[in-house]
């Protein structure tokens, strides 16, 4: 078997009316569709989705920091730290306060969580040479300034 990529990510909400919006209109997904009460489809561009919501109801506990699981999805904002800087800006404006903000050499990114604490990062690439060369950079994790 051959792996050709990332079909799609499903996160578990607890409320989708409160999710909904957030991925929507903060984060500028596309919906594309729901299936019933319980579940809502997000795509980029392109794809027929790329993201997907699960509402598991408001009394749902939350995972314990250590277990196993999910630790964050990472979605593209493009290619320049003004690009970055732009989308931590608009995250800040729309009263999302990142938690952290990275060089992995390969990426710069920025780190937040969802309304049900769900880690996002939102990253720009850098030269594409610089990992080409040495893949194992992606595993180097520095401080990263931004405004």
């Not at 931590?88 to 903000?101: A, M, Q």
């Given at each position: 078997m051959r792996l050709h990529g990332l079909g799609h990510v499903v996160l578990k909400v607890r409320d989708l009316d409160r999710s909904v919006p957030f991925y929507r209109d903060v984060l500028g997904l596309k919906k594309v569709g729901q299936d019933g009460e319980k579940m809502v489809f997000f795509s980029f561009v392109d794809n027929h989705h790329d993201l997907a919501l699960l509402e598991t109801g408001k009394d749902a506990v939350s995972a314990e920091e250590n277990s196993p699981g999910l630790h964050h999805v990472a979605f593209k904002v493009g290619d320049?730290?003004?690009?970055?800087?732009?989308?931590?800006?608009?995250?800040?404006?729309?009263?999302?306060?990142?938690?952290?903000?990275?060089?992995?050499?390969?990426?710069?990114?920025?780190?937040?969580?969802?309304?049900?604490?769900?880690?996002?990062?939102?990253?720009?690439?850098?030269?594409?040479?610089?990992?080409?060369?040495?893949?194992?950079?992606?595993?180097?994790?520095?401080?990263?300034?931004?405004?």
């Amino acid at each position: 078997m051959r792996l050709h990529g990332l079909g799609h990510v499903v996160l578990k909400v607890r409320d989708l009316d409160r999710s909904v919006p957030f991925y929507r209109d903060v984060l500028g997904l596309k919906k594309v569709g729901q299936d019933g009460e319980k579940m809502v489809f997000f795509s980029f561009v392109d794809n027929h989705h790329d993201l997907a919501l699960l509402e598991t109801g408001k009394d749902a506990v939350s995972a314990e920091e250590n277990s196993p699981g999910l630790h964050h999805v990472a979605f593209k904002v493009g290619d320049s730290l003004d690009e970055l800087q732009h989308a931590k800006d608009w995250l800040s404006s729309n009263g999302v306060e990142p938690h952290r903000t990275r060089d992995h050499i390969a990426t710069q990114s920025v780190y937040f969580h969802d309304p049900d604490g769900n880690q996002i990062e939102i990253f720009v690439e850098s030269d594409p040479s610089v990992w080409h060369n040495d893949p194992s950079l992606v595993a180097t994790s520095n401080p990263l300034e931004l405004r």
